[in-house]
């Protein structure tokens, strides 16, 4: 004789308290083979509900609400039919599976237990291809693990897509302290490489501590604000960078790169991953944040190594991220730095390649293997909207002179990585038709930026260099920019040019 139990149960119900429950409500029985469990869709994913299946080396199914809600059960509740949308979830998956029901319905503070028998002919069928669901005998090959119901997963989405990084409109309110240790556990949950778990959270609510912060980030802003061209530095100074101060809580963010020791799995060829793992913990801690209705802002404007110093860190260990959490009064509907129109969001298609960089296209969609048609194509998918002007000098190696000009933009087509600065691009084309593609992604990347002019100065005459610039007026075309020759009063607004 082979059982079938069917379970209800809230979200984060333990395995032992699952455990108890069903271990009583089969205790009476001859046979406590527990062949089948089944539950409703969306519940299949708790992970004390796995850990029970495992433990009886029971199968686990899910059945949909509609499917429960038409089963005729001896225990139905009002209660229940409210919230779940269906009178019973234990007894309905039970009588739907085929099974007799032996035990009727068992509660527990967060669960309700149902226990059925399944007549022994029956047990090749499975109770879950009654319920709608293929056993993996069926085929013999295992069943792809369910995906979330359709209303969960769409709180996901909406989490990931309101997602913001707020400086602005945070309340003088505290932070209860249960809802802080559940989003740094949450963020405590992040994949790690070879399970390092690289991360420290230091909680900084002393505003002495925060003042000294706060210190360092406006130095670093007026020098920032000081290297910017005129037009860019206006509209900077309508920015807010940081809310050090206008939140109870600052959270830094740290990484130890040696944790774990030698041997670490799958660090050894790229020791990178380590600080990769700290920042997707950021990432974690700040989905769970916003959807426990808490802001974040991360700040990046001051040297690690100063708010190290001020956070009293260990030498061994290094500042990932600084943030502020709090309340807020709302949740702005885009970020702040596309509302302002300092920047725009990149399109999708222009970020996925197909088998090989350049073949560019969604999933089903034809693909653009040449990004000059791409460009055309996506004419008006950007359009520029700002008026930051960039002098863009291509050339085959770089001249410090050429950086002098705060609005200079230096892009090298050739020779070896040049030092580190954010003035220059490399670009080292290895054909023709890629150089025309650089050219266009600098374009579209400047535009996304709020540039919506570019004088351009071709000081190589390579015919990498020619080609960089031809994919620029390309891609700034289809953008909407304006692209001038550097030496030349004229401009170039027309795809035919």
């Known amino acids: 004789m082979t059982l079938v139990v069917g379970i209800g149960l809230r979200s984060g119900t333990s395995y032992r308290e699952l455990r108890d429950l069903v271990d009583a409500a089969v205790s009476g029985l001859e046979s406590r083979d527990v062949g089948y469990v089944v539950t409703v869709d969306g ?4 992970p004390g509900l796995q850990r029970l299946v495992a433990s009886l080396g029971a199968e686990l199914f899910a059945a949909s609400l509609p499917e429960l809600s038409r089963q005729p059960v001896p225990s139905p509740s009002d209660r229940v039919e409210h919230l779940a949308g269906t009178a019973s979830v234990a007894e309905a ?6 099974a007799e029901l032996v035990v009727p319905k068992q509660r527990s503070a967060r669960a309700t237990v149902a226990v059925g028998r399944l007549p022994q002919e029956d047990v090749g069928e499975a109770a879950g291809e009654r319920a709608g669901q293929v056993p993996k005998s069926t085929f013999g090959q295992a069943i792809a693990a369910p995906g979330y ?4 997963r769409d709180t996901v989405h909406r989490v990931l897509a309101e997602r913001r990084d707020v400086r602005r409109g945070f309340l003088d309110r505290p932070i209860a302290d249960d809802l ?7 963020a405590h949950r992040a994949p790690s490489v070879g399970l390092s778990q690289p991360w420290d959270f230091v909680l900084v609510s002393d505003l002495a501590t925060r003042r000294k912060v706060h210190d360092l980030a406006t130095a670093q802003r007026d020098a920032f604000a000081a290297s910017l061209p005129a037009d860019r530095r206006a509209a900077f100074d309508g920015l807010k960078i940081e809310a050090i101060l206008d939140t109870p809580l600052n959270i830094a963010v740290t990484c130890d790169p040696g944790r774990g020791g030698r041997h670490v799995l799958g660090r050894h060829a790229d020791p990178r991953t380590t600080w990769f793992s700290a920042a997707i913990a950021i990432q974690n801690l700040w989905l769970a944040a916003r959807a426990e209705g808490l802001g974040v802002g991360w700040v990046s404007f001051f040297e690690p190594g100063e708010v190290a110093a ?11 991220g600084y943030l502020c959490v709090g309340h807020v009064e709302e949740f702005a509907a885009a970020p702040e730095l596309v509302r302002s129109g300092w920047a725009a969001r990149r399109p999708l298609s222009w970020a996925v390649h197909q088998e090989a960089w350049g073949r560019r296209g969604l999933p089903g969609e034809p693909l653009s293997p040449v990004i000059v048609d791409d460009a055309a ?21 770089v001249d410090t002179q050429q950086l002098r000009p705060a609005d200079a933009l230096v892009v090298q087509v050739g020779g070896e990585r040049p030092k580190a600065d954010f003035g220059v691009l490399w670009r080292p084309a290895r054909a023709m038709d890629e150089a025309v593609e650089l050219g266009v992604e600098v374009a579209r990347d400047l535009a996304l930026q709020g540039a919506g002019e570019i004088l351009l100065e071709l000081a190589s005459g390579s015919k990498t260099a020619e080609g960089l610039a031809r994919g620029v007026r390309l891609g700034g075309i289809a953008c909407g920019m304006a692209i001038k020759q550097a030496d030349e009063p004229g401009e170039v607004r027309d795809s035919s040019a």
């Open 377 to 397: 194509a996506a004419e008006g998918v950007v359009r520029a909207a700002g008026t930051q002007v960039v002098r863009l000098v291509v050339v085959d190696a």
């Open 43 to 46: 519940k299949e994913t708790e």
């Open 93 to 98: 998956a039970v009588i739907l599976s085929g």
């Open 310 to 320: 001020v956070l009293d860190l260990p030498a061994h260990v290094e500042l990932v």
């Open 180 to 186: 802080l240790t559940r989003v740094l556990e949450s």
């Open 149 to 152: 119901v359709l209303r969960d």
